[in-house]
């Protein structure tokens, strides 16, 4: 398509012959246009994919009892600056509430700081201590990079080069993430099923810290729900 294109558009130019900025409108047109092909080509596809494809359905059962979880997963917690109580409070819930399911071996979990300003990466450090003596486990891990390349994906791309290899699937929390074990686990065991999957999302529900913990009865030890 891009070569008819440029050849039909070189036709209409090369009337009295190609100046150079009759030149480079060429140039132009060209590299927008295999753009607007690619994206076309790749749609077209992928609606014929779609539409001729046995739809799968990946049958995550919600109310029947906890499925067994087979691989590793590595449980990801990217943060850029944010309020590192806040964030350490959040995560010990969701810790807690994995290892009440009795598989939070198959869990590792890791806070992946890109922070910038001194002052929130010395809380972020001094919370994250707070958070392992509260957990008491060597399942949690803290880094901070010097170099916030990409933000939150370079975070995430450079964690997979490092680390990824030992894991079977991930999954990514954002600061104000609050997830419950029984779906953490249903989501892992889903993974462990449907090893072609290449994303599973669930969808957001609005909610509070403070209401979380108010359905509990206990709060993690060490912090205030806010």
């Known amino acids: 398509m891009t070569l008819a294109g440029g050849y039909e558009m070189y036709e209409v130019l090369q009337v009295g012959g190609v100046t150079i900025l009759e030149g480079l409108v060429l140039g132009l047109f060209v590299l927008l246009f295999a753009w607007i092909a690619f994206s076309f080509v790749s749609a077209l ?3 014929a994919v779609l539409l001729l494809r046995k739809r799968e359905v990946l049958r995550i059962d919600t109310l029947g009892p906890l499925p067994t979880v087979i691989g590793r997963t590595a449980m990801l917690l990217p943060t850029y600056n944010e309020d590192a109580h806040r964030i ?3 995560l010990q819930a969701i810790y807690e509430s994995v290892e009440e399911t009795g598989v939070g071996h198959r869990f590792d979990w890791f806070v992946l700081s890109d922070t910038t300003d001194p002052s929130i990466w010395i809380a972020e450090e001094a919370s994250f201590l707070q958070l392992r003596r509260n957990c008491d486990t060597g399942r949690l891990y803290y880094r901070h990079r010097a170099d916030n390349t990409a933000r939150k994906s370079g975070n995430i791309a450079e ?6 290899a030992s894991y079977d699937h991930m999954i990514i929390l954002d600061a104000d993430s609050l997830m419950s074990g029984d779906t953490i686990v249903r989501l892992a065991a889903a993974m462990d099923f449907h090893p072609d999957v290449a994303l599973i999302q669930t969808y957001p ?3 509070t810290l403070a209401a979380f913990f108010r359905g509990s009865s206990n709060s993690p030890a060490g912090f205030t729900a806010p």
């Open 205 to 207: 529900l609005l909610s």
């Open 45 to 47: 596809a992928g609606f």
């Open 159 to 164: 964690w997979i080069g490092r680390f990824g």
């Open 88 to 90: 350490m409070a959040r």
